[in-house]
């Protein structure tokens, strides 16, 4: 017969497996490193008492919690979501397991306050159209390019942008929206060829893809990998050549279609 | 200053004006349309002048089919098998699988 204890135990581990497995494939989804999201979950689970075993996959999270004593455990399985990157989620899930230990939360203030940090609304689409844009227009810059060609990668960049995320509100692969973006903001920076605009045009249609380069999976990749999270570096290391070899397919289809030659 | 990237465009297609004006004309027709249902929907949302429900109602089944509930919400459940004990359906081995 069960013990109440024991049921008192076993309902509280659940708890914590299930809320910790759920804190543990946002932040994965969110851009979290392997190692940020083992040391969240660490030290939220020494902060009530229980043994994390866990293993971090690219697509689900296994969890075992274990009661003090190791006479109880409970194992959850949690898929990881597709999710966009958002490192102000990254940033506040970390800050909740830190406020964990600091002033000792419990399961269900935890649960709460991860329910307002993932309830958070991202910044306005069209916010980020004109900042990417502007920021790409800035590497134009960077890359020795004049005003005329800023302008047209910025126009090029924002298209681009703006496609990428409407094929993606459509579920559309993630292959094949790099690669129509890429073509597509390629076609449109190539217009200093074209027209002869501006004394850079070759620097415009460089950098006029350069929105598309994953950087975030990229990076992580590398740090998974100094950490020896083999598995998870290679998952995103994957994932970024993807994207990366997509959005070249999209730069040399748009150079085919306008028949530029390059070498 | 060396070029990041080595091109030619000494052979341009002539079709490359149309293309590039084309290219834009597709997106700037695609971001209007994207504005103006943006707004239809907004206004939809305060007036419900059309309401739709996209949920998809199917058969939800346990005991390998024999019990289960009809795309209507009604139960119907095996008659002809005797003695199915539910507690094999909701077993508890402890482990959980969240989505």
């Avoid at chain 1, 293993?55 to 003090?68: A, C, K």
């Avoid at chain 1, 380069?213 to 050549?241: E, K, T, W």
Wanted: hydrophobic letters at 45%.
């Amino acid at each position: 017969m069960v013990q109440p204890q024991q049921h008192s135990i076993h309902e509280h581990l659940k708890e914590a497996s299930s809320f910790i497995g759920n804190y543990a494939a946002i932040l994965y989804a969110s851009g979290a490193t392997t190692i940020r999201i083992e040391k969240n979950i660490l030290r939220m689970a020494g902060e009530w008492r229980m043994h994390a075993e866990f293993s971090i996959l690219p697509t689900d999270i296994i969890i075992s919690l274990w009661s003090e004593n190791k006479e109880h455990s409970y194992s959850t399985i949690v898929r990881i979501p597709e999710g966009a990157i958002n490192y102000r989620t990254v940033t506040y899930l970390s800050c909740l397991s830190r406020r964990t230990a600091q002033k000792h939360l419990s399961i269900d203030d935890a649960r709460c306050i991860m329910q307002r940090i993932t309830g958070f609304k991202r910044l306005d689409s069209r916010a980020v159209l004109f900042l990417v844009g502007a920021a790409n227009a800035s590497f134009c810059r960077l890359f020795g390019g004049d005003p005329v060609s800023m302008a047209i990668v910025f126009v090029a960049t924002v298209s681009g942008f703006f496609i990428k995320q409407r094929l993606t509100e459509k579920k559309w692969d993630y292959r094949m929206v790099s690669l129509v973006s890429a073509c597509l903001a390629a076609i449109l920076s190539s217009s200093g060829f074209v027209f002869g605009w501006g004394e850079t045009p070759e620097t415009a249609l460089a950098t006029s893809v350069l929105f598309l380069v994953p950087g975030i999976p990229f990076s992580n990749a590398v740090s998974d990998l100094i950490h020896g999270r083999y598995i998870c570096s290679l998952s995103r290391f994957c994932q970024a050549m993807m994207i990366t070899v997509s959005l070249s397919l999209g730069l040399c289809l748009a150079f085919l279609i306008l028949n530029i030659k390059f070498y | 200053m060396m070029n990041i990237l080595s091109v030619s465009a000494a052979n341009l297609s002539s079709f490359a004006p149309a293309i590039v004006w084309g290219c834009l004309a597709i997106t700037v027709i695609s971001a209007m349309i994207y504005s103006v249902h943006d707004k239809l929907k907004a206004l939809n949302n305060r007036h419900h002048y059309i309401s739709w429900n996209g949920d998809e109602v199917s058969v939800t089944t346990w005991n390998n089919g024999h019990n289960g509930v009809s795309p209507d919400g009604v139960p119907f459940y095996d008659t002809s098998a005797e003695g199915n004990d539910p507690s094999e359906t909701h077993g508890h081995n402890g482990t959980a699988t969240a989505a």
